[in-house]
């Protein structure tokens, strides 16, 4: 199966393209008082380590705004500035260079503060995220039966385009996020139903990491499972390096992206006679560090697996894998037995094999 994307219109933000012929892309947002350069730099800094290729930074004050000019500078990546009820931070903003703002339609709606925004991010070149939140809603009428929280998020996104189509602005971007996943997929399939903009996923408040990750792997891989997403935002609480990671993990196994080898790790059983953990873990350590200093672009399936049950089989479907029995293991590569070999030897043996074909 292949997933076959719904077909967007192209946005750039700064160097990275956001819209259909382009990959999905991970974003994050920092969790430091954007009033201090230093810290937010060191966090925008590891996020990009991770991984992380948009990164959107609170703009709470004029000082938060005016602390834009200072980081913007000294990242590779590019900056959005999270604005809300005060639209002259949004203009200070992209005064100080950022590349793209998020607006909430919830709280900055006044049209004439809108069309100043709009002018100056048309001038700039810059886009706009329309991040409508259930949470942010005039939703008064919510308390009547027929309405649902779905489609008034879909109504709020689609009257806001519509005022700034009317200021001759196109360069949008859309978001339609709710804590509830039932809510956010269903926003996200009425609206792709109705406009060609990309869409910016995420599950808004899905919790703790434990809770977060089930949340927004659930819910965004729904909606990427049906072709709908052009940019991603796993929303965590704590640890926003997290957040990258999950992202990363959820794009990987819908195949979207390539960041490494897939393992396909055998859940143990009694019948396991080796520890299987310990040697999975001991190969994705040794590749993951061995295959960042090379051209790595394709992601092979590596198998590891306990027993003679389905560990042939899995290792056998892999492009490399490992069935392991009570002394020895079997080493496979497309499908063959290449041969047999002691445990120590296994981590070692896999990561020759990948790196003599990935280089």
Not at 67 to 74: D, N, Q, V, W
Not at 75 to 85: E, K, S, T
Not at 176 to 182: D, E, R
Request: proline share 4%; hydrophobic share 40%.
């Amino acid at each position: 199966m292949t997933i076959k994307r719904r077909k967007t219109k192209t946005i750039n933000i700064g160097a990275v393209k956001v819209g259909l012929g382009h990959p999905v892309s991970i974003q994050s947002m920092t969790k430091t008082d954007t009033e201090d350069p230093q810290a937010t730099l060191k966090q925008i800094k590891a996020l990009e380590q991770a991984g992380c290729e948009i990164i959107r930074v609170a703009v709470k004050n004029t000082n938060s705004a005016l602390a834009l000019g200072k980081i913007r500078p000294r990242i590779n990546i590019p900056l959005m500035a999270d604005i809300h009820f005060n639209y002259r931070l949004a203009l200070e903003a992209v005064a100080r260079g950022v590349d793209g703002l998020r607006l909430n339609p919830g709280n900055i709606y006044r049209r004439e503060e809108v069309r100043a925004i709009a002018l100056a991010c048309k001038k700039r070149k810059i886009p706009i995220r329309v991040g409508v939140n259930s949470g942010s809603l005039k939703i008064e009428n919510c308390k009547l039966k027929s309405v649902k929280l779905e489609d008034l998020m879909v109504k709020a996104a689609l009257n806001y385009i519509k005022m700034l189509e009317s200021f001759d602005f196109y360069d949008i971007i859309v978001s339609l996020k709710a804590s509830s996943i039932l809510e956010t997929v269903a926003a996200y399939k009425k609206f792709s139903k109705r406009c060609r903009y990309p869409l910016h996923l995420g599950i808004t408040a899905a919790g703790l990491p434990e809770q977060g990750t089930v949340k927004s792997a659930i819910g965004i891989g729904a909606l990427l499972l049906e072709g709908i997403g052009d940019t991603v935002r796993v929303s965590l609480a704590g640890d926003p390096l997290k957040e990258v990671k999950v992202a990363r993990e959820i794009l990987q196994a819908l195949d979207l992206r390539s960041f490494g080898p897939k393992l396909i790790v055998c859940p143990t059983c009694g019948r396991c006679q080796t520890d299987v953990v310990k040697i999975a873990r001991e190969v994705k350590k040794k590749l993951d560090c061995e295959l960042s200093t090379v051209n790595y672009q394709l992601s092979p399936k590596v198998a590891i697996m306990g027993c003679e049950v389905n560990g042939p089989g899995e290792a056998a479907e892999a492009d490399l894998g490992i069935a392991c029995g009570k002394n020895y293991a079997l080493l496979f590569k497309q499908g063959k037995i290449i041969k047999k070999i002691k445990k120590s030897q296994i981590a070692d043996a896999l990561l020759k094999l990948t790196l003599k074909d990935r280089r």
